[in-house]
């Protein structure tokens, strides 16, 4: 199940990250990383009537911001790529009718952000398309109401539940100008514990983002320790923890380097139990800290694992167990990448 079988393409023509946004509710700015997000909303609604039209609103003003901070226009911008937890991604595709621009839609459920940077990349490295819109979003009040319980019920959260993010992230790729540098994507492989628990998704998913991680170790032949970051999604504590047990049965510690963005979007005095968890985890996580960092060159290669949970009401309300994947992108300083082509060069 997790032998590596060529599951990491490369990407030789340097799709970059020229831009990047990140947008979070009033909970999420009170969390750790407040001082890295682009907009923290004053309110859940955001100005609109339900929750549904504010995670919409979330996304398009992600997209809006990455295109003002990789100065391009909204006309430069060639596709989109979106994705989301609603029920037939009607968030992603009723945000992209504000954009006249070709829309794919995807459905990774949280793993979306890793999804749309690695198949964008892939677009961008073939020389099919550039200027490429990744972004994805998820709502605390919308996502609750779909797969667990209406809010009004007040129903008591159990140890092992996270808290789904309010926020929508975006990042723009091309193939010209400068920023972070997608190097290679591993594209993960569906896998299933057996575990049927909504409230326990760091569960379902740490195999998944086991399964990737060594599928790429393997085809990459590196370790841990060639990356100065190797975060997943929203594994949250639990998920965190029983990753750090099936990564060592298999031979790789994850060292001080690890970390997870559910655990790090919240602080420890706010009552997210196992921590954060959403499409918007990873996203927000990713397009405010981690890209800063890199930029700032104090990273200068990342592993980005987002995880997802591909369960729906429908499979849930059926009995059926709840299947994962994780899909990774390595994210590296243009500095970094200019310094290997040209000790490639001089060998």
Sequence with gaps: MIDAENQTIYFKKKPHIIGNYAIVGP??????????????????????????????????????????????????????????????????????????????????????????????????????????????????????????????????????????VTGA????????????????????????????DVNNMGSVMAP???????????????????????????LGKLGSEILLDLMEDHGYKLGTNYNDCGQIIFNGKQSVLMGGSGCGCSATVLNSYILKKVRTKEFKKVLFVATGALLSSTSTQQGDTIPGIAHAVVIESDDEVDRKNAKKESE
């Design 208 to 234: 998944s983002a086991a399964s990737t991680l060594i599928s790429h170790f393997k085809d990459t032949n590196t370790t841990p320790d060639d990356y100065d970051l190797v975060v997943t999604g929203d």
């Design 27 to 164: 909970k999420e700015g009170k969390g750790s990383l407040n001082s890295y997000f682009d907009y923290i909303m004053k309110d859940d609604l955001f100005g609109e009537k339900t929750y549904e039209k504010a995670e919409r609103k979330m996304v398009e003003q992600a997209i809006m911001g990455a295109i003002d901070n990789a100065k391009i226009s909204p006309k430069d911008l060639k596709l989109l790529i979106c994705g989301d937890l609603l029920n037939q991604i009607i968030t992603s595709s009723f945000a992209a009718r504000a954009f006249d621009v070709p829309y794919i839609g995807l459905f990774g459920a949280c793993s979306t952000m890793a999804e749309s940077l690695a198949i964008g990349a892939s677009l961008v490295n073939a020389g099919y398309i550039d200027n490429v819109a990744c972004t994805t979003a998820s709502h605390f009040s919308t996502a609750e109401r779909q797969f667990r319980y209406p809010l009004e019920l007040g129903n008591q959260r159990p140890p092992t539940s996270q808290w789904t």
């Design 169 to 196: 992230g975006c990042s723009i790729l091309s193939s010209k100008g400068s920023g972070p540098v997608i190097t290679c994507a591993t594209f993960g492989k569906v896998t299933d514990f057996g575990i049927m």
